[in-house]
């Protein structure tokens, strides 16, 4: 492939963020800065709650608590160099740091997808087959399924990054974006626009095709199952088993669907496609620890043992 001087690869790129305005980007900092702050301790604090108390012990929560891994150093990939972007002149980012944020990113949030689809398998089995969950939910088919997500969201985030990264691009090195992500990434690309499309179906087909199916049959199956309870006491509580995991998944999915579906129908990157990502990446890893955390009686349970011991402690 002959290449002239507008194909290149570039040493860094430059990132134009969310505004320009600096009393705007003061205001973001601050926001920004107490949103990561307390997502950060949320889910640290959501995974050491789980590490600690013994009820906690089963695998519903042991999903959660790597879901909250994930949660932690994806927003972690991202919330800090945005805010450094925030109060800095040079909104730039080396070739190779761009590559290792995208990595970075796509790691996780594709981990995400498949832990959030174990969940809603792990609550098909709770509620439909519950006098065999625990032969079929344990510790070993846990930590394959666990494992299986990591090692897929690596070689998806692998052949993302090498299909975007490994080809010269062209014309502006100004990402319209705060951060490296796949589709303003995509438009840099000097090659076919087949190869773009191809990209961002490779994505979906990671991301959503091999999960939602799986979480859309669990959900009919359990809707199914609680209906024919036949007391509404029942259908109570066996409903608020699963509450949790349907808010975390509409969250998740309603804001990615609106990120990545865009390039493949043709529709343009613009400002509302950065507000979902805000909503992706800063605002849903805070988000979830507290949905856990405040409709789950165990995890209530855990939280106000934990309260009571430090009084005791404290008037000892």
């Known amino acids: 492939m002959d290449m002239d001087v507008n ?57 959660l608590s790597h879901l909250s891994f994930v949660d932690l150093c994806y927003s972690s990939t991202i919330t800090p160099k945005v805010l450094a972007d925030f109060i800095s002149d040079t909104k730039s980012i080396s070739f190779i740091g761009c590559a290792a944020q995208m990595f970075s990113f796509a790691v996780f949030v594709i981990s995400e997808s498949y832990l959030v689809t174990a969940m809603a398998y792990d609550r098909f089995v709770a509620i439909c ?30 052949s993302h990054t090498i299909t975007i990264f490994y080809f010269p691009l062209c014309g502006s090195h100004s990402i319209n974006h705060y951060f490296c992500d ?6 840099l690309m000097c090659t076919y626009s087949y190869l773009r499309k191809l ?52 969250s998740f999915y309603g804001a990615a669907f609106g990120i990545y579906l865009q390039p493949i129908l043709g529709l343009s990157w613009d400002n509302a496609s950065k507000v979902f990502s805000i909503f992706y990446t800063v605002v849903s890893p805070l988000i979830n620890p507290l949905i856990y955390s405040f409709k789950n009686a165990e995890v209530k349970k855990a939280i106000t043992t934990l309260l009571c011991f430090d009084q005791i402690l404290r008037h000892s």
Not at 140 to 158: E, Q
Not at 182 to 187: A, F, H
């Open 7 to 63: 194909l290149t690869r570039p040493d860094s790129f430059v990132l134009l963020g969310l505004t320009t305005n600096s009393f705007i980007q003061r205001l973001l900092f601050v926001l920004f800065s107490l949103i990561y702050t307390c997502s950060f301790l949320s889910n640290l604090g959501l995974i050491l709650l789980i590490r600690t108390f013994h009820h906690l012990h089963t695998p519903m929560y042991f999903f």
């Open 199 to 250: 990209v961002m179906f490779v994505v979906s087909l990671f991301m959503w095709l091999a999960c939602v199916p799986i979480i859309l049959m669990s959900y009919v199956s359990i809707i199914s199952t609680v209906l024919g309870i036949s007391s509404a006491e029942g259908r109570s509580k066996a409903f608020s088993t699963c509450a949790s995991h349907l808010a975390v998944v509409i």
């Open 129 to 158: 087959q519950p006098l065999v969950y625990h032969s079929i939910m344990n510790k070993h088919k846990c930590w394959t399924m666990v494992s299986g997500a990591y090692i897929i969201s690596f070689l998806a985030a692998v």
């Open 182 to 187: 796949i589709p303003p990434l995509l438009k």
